[in-house]
């Protein structure tokens, strides 16, 4: 990656992280709802018997509740786990409560890594994914460490579904042909679809 990109994917993400945690908790719980209601319409989340959250970190869309209905609903429902702060390669892990997540790498909530519960990604139906902005192309910026993107690798774009605040979307970002794109972002104000 040349300076220039580095430097570029930097400002962005300093930007929009600094946005993001502009947020006020009554309204992350608010736009959330919506968001979840609008999951909620959609046929491939009503199909879908495994599913992928993130549990979410800081000022990121709150899927505590979107667990806690998946798994009421008899999903088998999976969230990212790292077996090491260093370790950058990514496992779904099965979880049936939110308590079963005790464990933080990078300060994010995680469940044990326990080879009977982790899941191989083509056995997950929808993965949703969390970012600190995405653009209407469906590229997403994380953190910068790359995991969700060596994870995603290879997999149909279609299965893939941001989950952002409205005010995180752009019209083009800094992207690299490793970076992979969402098919689908769902915000409180729409659903964009790639």
Do not use: H
């Amino acid at each position: 990656m040349s300076d220039y990109l580095k430097s570029e994917k930097r400002k962005v993400r300093y930007e929009f992280l600094a946005l993001r945690n502009k947020i006020k908790m009554d309204l992350a719980l608010n736009y959330s709802a919506v968001i979840f209601a609008k999951i909620q319409k959609l046929s491939a989340y009503n199909k879908a018997k495994t599913v992928m959250f993130y549990l979410s970190y800081g000022s990121e869309v709150i899927t505590d509740g979107m667990v806690n209905s998946a798994v009421n609903k008899r999903k088998t429902v999976v969230v990212p786990a790292l077996k090491t702060f260093e370790d950058e390669k990514m496992y779904a892990v099965k979880i049936s409560r939110l308590e079963d997540a005790s464990q933080f790498v990078y300060g994010i909530r995680q469940p044990e890594i326990i080879p009977d519960n982790i899941i191989e990604r083509d056995n997950i139906d929808l993965i949703f994914v969390p970012g600190l902005a995405f653009d209407v192309s469906g590229y997403r910026m994380g953190y910068g460490k790359g995991c969700y993107d060596r994870w995603l690798k290879n997999l149909p774009s279609e299965k893939i579904i941001g989950l952002a605040y409205d005010f995180q979307i752009t019209g083009k970002l800094p992207s690299e042909k490793y970076d992979i794109p969402v098919g689908i972002i769902i915000t409180e104000k729409r659903i964009i679809r790639n």
